[in-house]
């Protein structure tokens, strides 16, 4: 699927008059669901390029910010008894990553098979030294051997032959790292489209029985428009990266894969006009790291779609830069790159990684919600936080806000600290339920997760505040999990733009069927002195609504807290129904306050939630 969808969103850059998008179906989806699913793809949603049916739900794809896992970091798959193949090993990107790898990895790396098209490097070489040291001499000294030889000496061939040489200092350099570790190396020029030469290339791995990393690095670009491009130009793009990966799996035969790591681009993830061949290879590369665990039971595979880099490697070269610029799509400084892919080896857990800044036009998408049925999901789902929907977009999803006014809602007019309203985290965790349900009509809240309350959302001089939810979704197994975050805007004194602040973020879980009610055994009655309502709220800064301790007594090593009945309401209109109970869960907030000013000494406000069911 990736060679096809990959294609697609390059030539919907191509031809943005048109509908052009991917999509994907199970197997054995019924024909004439199919059908109408397909008709119904072509009369809404421009903006969607590839998108899916599975588990009676529309699926697309989208980029998500992550933080590097917090797991311990495992050890690079590098030691004295490690076998590594590398393929593209002339280029000077992988040329520079290779050469960390080995130096970060602190113990001989062991061997490695170096795989490209260009010779192996000559030892004796002048030229390579020259690359670096007399540059400018060399390509006058090009330019008189190319006149030499009769042919035509340009700047464009005095270019293509400081290329070669530079591939050659590439495969050089990074010999040398690799043996000034303690490594040994074996270079193969290879065409990867061709198998049995792939295949002998690779008879050391298979002897080995085992590639503890192999690195698809390999890859031609030529840009020019799908009616423009020979077949042959797009076999040629197309084959090195996809014809090259299957001939690496067919060639290491039976031996245990570890990690394969391959390189693909933003125009993979994202397609780019005039690189429909290159776009179509990536991506299909891209979807083959997602599914070989399935091939090779214990690996791991990963794409990563670089952005183009700064000072190195083919982006670098002409006037790519400036055009990358102008599209608002920022170069990847060269030492960030080049540590990455050590990171992502000891670090990480994605199959697709998009390695990249600011990505301008690429993330460009129009609202994938009519108006007419944003209406109709807040009709259908209303709720006292979920008061207009602003977008649903492809990578920043649901964005839903509400105006709240300290003056109209009790839970911010009773819940004030040093006398200014502030959003009760309860609300906040409201208000992702609220939100995240509105696309989910007769789904069922499983639990909330993971929540962390970062910053108080204060109403200044009791003025009324926008909140906002965003909220992004993905598949959990046969759930769905929205992870949502909770933000406010404010203009400061001195700035001309409202400065945003995330204050709170957390994870709704929806499924499809009702969660089986669960019934606790009842807290022990009180055995010695009972704190009062009176007492609690004479410490405690909560208003009627709010005071939800009826009392308060300690069970042995806890401490167990009466909900107080005939609270005043809650929120406005009170015939709102809520998705959650906030005050049962602000009487367990009060209730551990309470246990911790009796142990701590001090006061003590919510600071996070692991799971709340």
């Known amino acids: 699927g990736g060679g096809i969808t990959g294609l697609v969103k390059a030539f919907r850059q191509e031809r943005p008059e048109a509908h052009v998008r991917a999509v994907d179906f199970a197997p054995d989806a019924p024909a004439d ?17 590839e998108s899916g049916y599975l588990g ?11 933080p590097w896992p917090e797991s311990e970091a495992q050890p690079l798959p590098l030691g004295p008894e490690a076998l590594s193949v590398i393929t593209g090993a002339a280029g000077s990107i992988v040329s520079a990553i290779v050469s960390h790898l080995v130096q970060a990895a602190g113990r001989p790396p062991g061997r490695f098979l170096l795989l490209d098209l ?26 008189a051997r190319l006149q030499a030889s009769g042919e035509r000496a340009t700047p464009a061939l005095v270019e293509r032959e400081l290329a070669r040489i530079e591939r050659q200092r590439a495969a050089a350099d990074l010999m040398r790292a690799i043996a000034a570790a303690g490594g040994s190396t074996t270079y193969h020029q290879v065409d990867l489209r061709d198998g049995e030469a792939v295949a002998a290339a690779l008879a050391t791995a298979r002897e080995h029985g085992r590639v503890d990393l192999l690195l698809h690095a390999a890859g031609v670009e030529i840009s020019r428009l799908l009616p423009d491009k020979p077949a042959a130009e797009y076999d040629l793009v197309f084959d090195v990266k996809a014809d090259g990966w299957r001939n690496l799996e067919a060639g290491i035969g039976p031996a245990t894969l570890g990690t394969a790591i391959v390189f693909s681009s933003i125009a993979g993830r994202f397609g780019n006009g005039g690189q429909t061949d290159y776009s179509a290879a990536n991506d299909l590369l891209a ?9 090779h039971p214990g690996a791991r595979g990963v794409a990563l779609d670089w ?31 080049i540590a990455w892919v050590a990171r ?80 009760p985290g309860v609300m906040g965790i409201e208000a992702f339920a609220e939100a995240s349900r509105l696309p989910l009509p007769g789904w069922h809240l499983e639990a909330i997760e993971e929540v ?72 022990p009655a009180p055995e010695g002195p009972v704190i009062s309502r009176g007492a609690i709220y004479r410490v405690f800064f909560h208003g009627p609504a709010y005071q939800v301790l009826a ?18 309401p809650n929120h406005e209109p009170a015939t709102l129904a809520t998705v959650t109970p906030p005050r049962l869960l602000e009487l367990c907030f009060q209730a551990a306050g309470i246990e911790e000013l009796a142990r701590e000494g001090r006061f003590g406000l919510p600071y996070r939630i692991d799971r709340l069911r």
Not at 132 to 141: E, N, Q, V
Not at 360 to 365: K, S, V
Request: aromatic fraction near 6%; charge should be negative; include cysteine.
């Open 118 to 143: 260009a010779p192996p490097p000559g030892a004796d070489d002048p030229d390579l030294e020259r690359l670096t040291a007399d540059r400018d001499g060399l390509k006058r000294d090009l330019f």
């Open 452 to 523: 962390a309350f970062l910053a108080p959302f204060k109403f200044y001089r009791d003025e009324p505040r926008r909140v906002t939810v965003r909220v992004r979704y993905r598949g959990l197994g046969d759930r769905l999990a929205a992870d949502c975050e909770l933000a406010g805007s404010r203009l400061l004194p001195g700035q001309e733009e409202p400065v945003w602040t995330r204050h709170f973020r957390g994870r709704a879980v929806w499924r499809r069927e009702a969660p089986a009610p669960e019934q606790g055994a009842p807290p």
């Open 56 to 66: 009676g739900l529309r699926w697309g794809v989208a980029l998500a910010p992550r």
């Open 344 to 423: 992502e080896l000891t670090s990480g857990d994605a199959a697709e990684v998009v390695v990249a800044g600011g990505l301008g036009q690429m993330l460009a998408d129009g609202d994938l919600l009519a108006p007419e049925a944003a209406a109709r999901w807040l009709e259908n789902a209303p709720g006292p936080l979920a008061g207009r929907i602003e977008r649903f977009g492809l990578h920043d999803g649901l964005t839903v806000s509400a105006e709240l006014d300290p003056a109209r809602q009790p839970f911010l007019g009773d819940h004030r600290i040093d006398d200014t309203p502030v959003l």
């Open 551 to 568: 009392a308060a007594w300690t069970a042995g090593e806890g401490l167990v807290g009466r909900f107080a009945g005939a609270l005043p």
């Open 287 to 295: 979807k083959l790291m997602a599914e070989l665990p399935r091939r």
């Open 307 to 337: 952005t183009g880099w700064e000072g190195i490697g083919m982006a670098s070269r002409g006037s790519i830069p400036k055009l990358l610029t102008e599209a608002g799509i920022d170069l990847l400084p060269a030492p960030l790159g």
């Open 33 to 49: 669901e199919i059908a109408a699913q397909l008709i119904a793809e072509t009369l809404a949603d421009p903006v969607t390029p």
